[in-house]
């Protein structure tokens, strides 16, 4: 590696998905932006369009193996 190129971003998460699960889905939500978190609308997550085709192409690949 060339001192110009820049190292590749790791996220470490501590939350144990097994005992916390909705703790660490939220976390891999904020650092991955799939939800855009800015508006304090309870109840209502906003979803970037990026998110949302992943999703989608997450929901036919699931329905694939089904």
Do not use: H, Q
């Amino acid at each position: 590696m060339s001192g110009n190129e820049e190292k590749p971003r790791s996220t470490i998460f501590d939350i144990d998905k097994e005992n916390d699960f909705p703790n660490w889905f939220g976390e891999i939500c904020k650092v991955a932006e799939l939800a855009d978190i800015r508006y304090g609308v309870k109840g209502f997550t906003p979803f970037p369009p990026w998110s949302f085709m992943t999703m989608n192409n997450m929901f036919a690949l699931l329905e694939e193996v089904l």
